[in-house]
């Protein structure tokens, strides 16, 4: 569907602005996004797993194996569909190449 399932931040899951503007763009984009703790199940379930970070933007998870069992996304071909529209459209607004909904650009003169 359209909801976007991420651990809160507690342990391990650390605050970071890439985070959060992965979060503000995929709300802006009309996804769900809910903070929460994600079982092994889930993850073994979901349509699609990507990670983000400074230096990737959103890197997809091709495939995870869990107790002998592996799973692929996106058919591990790549990028899945969800992935591919927010990296583009955080890459696209750091860029200046589409309007800033949200105000995070500031044109210096």
Do not use: H
């Not at 797993?49 to 592996?70: D, E, L, M």
């Amino acid at each position: 569907g359209n909801v976007i399932s991420t651990p809160a931040i507690k342990g391990t899951i650390l605050p970071g602005i890439t985070r959060k503007s992965i979060i503000d763009v995929a709300l802006t984009k009309g996804f769900q996004v809910e903070e929460r703790l994600v079982s092994v199940d889930e993850l073994l379930d979901a349509d699609e797993v990507f990670c983000t970070g400074t230096a990737v933007v959103v890197s997809p998870v091709g495939s995870i194996t869990y107790q002998g069992k592996r799973i692929e996304y996106a058919g591990n071909q790549g990028v899945g569909a969800v992935s591919r529209q927010l990296y583009t459209s955080l890459t696209s607004l750091q860029m200046g190449q589409v309007e800033d909904p949200m105000g995070w650009t500031v044109q210096l003169n």
